[in-house]
Nanobody
Framework: QVQLVESGGGLVRPGGSLRLSCAASGPIFSISDMGWYRQAPGMSRELVAGITSGGSPYYGSSSKGRFTISRDNGENTVYLQMNSLKPEDTAVYYC????????????????WGQGTQVTVSA
């Protein structure tokens, strides 16, 4: 089955940087949008950034100007470079991918990663 494997989370001081990665594997026919969401304790999940299959990025209001999303279509991988991190960026970050698998090449389905913790603290 399709799997999303995330990596790159951890503890960082305010002002620091982290780079998240998410690799999709399995019976993939094609991938549309890829993106990152985050969820802090007691809060709803929110969009951090997304990127279309053509490479056009879009960002949530909290990340614009500090975070950069990119993708490697050959590796089915999406990246999130996070700079100038703030304590309020602390959350579990989830990868999200819209794709068609080889068993159903007609419909796109949304897949989620398991989440990776990002903690910004002095």
């Amino acid at each position: 089955q399709v799997q999303l494997v995330e990596s790159g989370g951890g503890l960082v001081r305010p002002g620091g940087s982290l780079r998240l990665s998410c690799a999709a594997s399995g019976p993939i026919f094609s991938i549309s949008d890829m993106g990152w969401y985050r969820q802090a304790p007691g809060m709803s999940r929110e969009l951090v950034a997304g990127i279309t299959s053509g490479g056009s990025p879009y960002y949530g209001s909290s990340s614009k100007g500090r975070f950069t999303i990119s993708r490697d279509n050959g590796e089915n991988t999406v990246y999130l470079q996070m700079n100038s991190l703030k304590p309020e960026d602390t959350a579990v970050y989830y990868c999200q991918v819209d794709l068609r698998d080889t068993f159903d090449t007609t419909h796109y389905r949304t897949y989620w990663g398991q989440g990776t913790q990002v903690t910004v603290s002095a």
